[in-house]
């Protein structure tokens, strides 16, 4: 982010420098945070808006300690909220067509409640799409090919589309699709690479093939 490379964890120093969960790498020697985070469960971080975006269990971010629930963005300004966070459970964001968007174990986004899965307009939660949330946690996503992908050990949407562990959005319509006949377990890991999705996880079938828990 910005020509520094952003590490967290659980530590409380990086190269002899005092720093809480957080720390930044220049190319020759590391630094705070501003304060860093309240917690080592941090989960993702991603790019929305030229903001550094961090995820994870943490309720408050910097010094002085700003109160931030789930997931909170830093800049050129420093740490700031978006808006009232999300409850407890988001382990990933991505950003897609201009809206960041959250998942994990999410029962609140905001004032709103959602089902583990939640859009961020740049002012505002939301339910995403429809409103069509999913039946069991979201563990990873991805934006591929200009489509919004996530993986999980959910199995079908609110309204009963089978997913079977991965899915992607139709933003025409607002709703989640299925990849084919999807996967057998769980997906915890997405990436884009070349003209190709990669799935990796703890499946062995994916879309009716036989595979060791990685598949494209």
Known sequence: YNGELYVAGNFYEAGGVP????A????????DVNGGLNSTSVRHMTIYN??????GNFTSVGT???PA???????????????????????????????LYAAGTIAIAGTTPVENV??????????VGLGDGLNAQVECSEVHNNELYIGGSFTETNNQIILNHIARFNAGVGI???????MNQDVSCLLSYGNDLYAGGFFTIAGGLVCNNIAR
């Open 176 to 182: 989640w699709q299925p990849l084919y006949t999807g």
């Open 19 to 22: 720093v809480n969960n957080l």
């Open 50 to 55: 030229g903001e550094l975006i961090v995820v």
């Open 64 to 66: 002085p300690s700003l």
């Open 69 to 99: 629930y789930g997931i909170a963005r830093y800049g050129a300004a420093g740490w700031d909220t978006l808006g009232q966070g999300v409850t407890p459970g988001a382990v990933t964001a991505s950003t897609y067509n201009g809206n």
């Open 24 to 31: 930044k790498w220049n190319g020759s020697s590391w630094s």
């Open 118 to 127: 939640a859009k961020w307009d740049g002012t505002n939660w939301s339910k």
